[in-house]
């Protein structure tokens, strides 16, 4: 064993570019940077979206809609759910507390009751909407 046969040890490099390590590296001088301009200067960040001057596409495209900022979501429950859960865990009343421990709404939804199904079992049922046909199934 001499010098010319020393190599590192396995595993003890790492196989990466080293830029702005002289000219002789063959990544010296601009540094992979490219000729003047913002993108060769440090601190330079391009933002989301830039396409190099071309007018980018979310300032191309049109907007539209409209976005009510008073509208009020509901979580629908339908009356099928209801009859499944009664037949299932033999619930006859339900509010809010049975729908988030059944894991059909979160504690801050609004509860709909819908229409759709039909009802069997004489249920008591509290929530915060009801839909016409809904409110006529539970009253019948």
């Known amino acids: 064993m001499d010098l010319s046969n020393l190599k590192p040890a396995n595993k003890s490099t790492k196989n990466r570019k080293r830029i702005a390590r002289g000219t002789g590296s063959g990544r ?18 391009r933002k989301i979206g830039f ?6 596409l ?16 509901f979580a629908g429950i339908n009356l099928d759910t209801l009859q499944r859960i009664a037949d299932e865990h033999g619930i006859s009343t339900f509010d809010q507390q049975v729908f ?5 709404v979160s504690k801050n939804d609004l509860i709909k009751i819908l229409g ?8 008591n049922v509290t929530a915060h909407a009801f839909s016409a046909t809904a409110a006529a199934a539970i009253e019948k």
Do not use: C, W
């Open 28 to 45: 010296g001088g601009t540094s992979t940077r490219g000729h003047k301009g913002a993108a060769s200067r440090s601190g330079y960040s």
């Open 51 to 56: 396409e190099g001057g071309q007018m980018p």
């Open 58 to 73: 979310q300032r191309r495209l049109p907007k539209f809609g409209f976005t009510n900022i008073n509208r009020v979501e």
């Open 100 to 104: 988030i421990d059944r894991g059909l």
């Open 116 to 123: 759709r199904g039909e009802l069997s079992a004489k249920l």
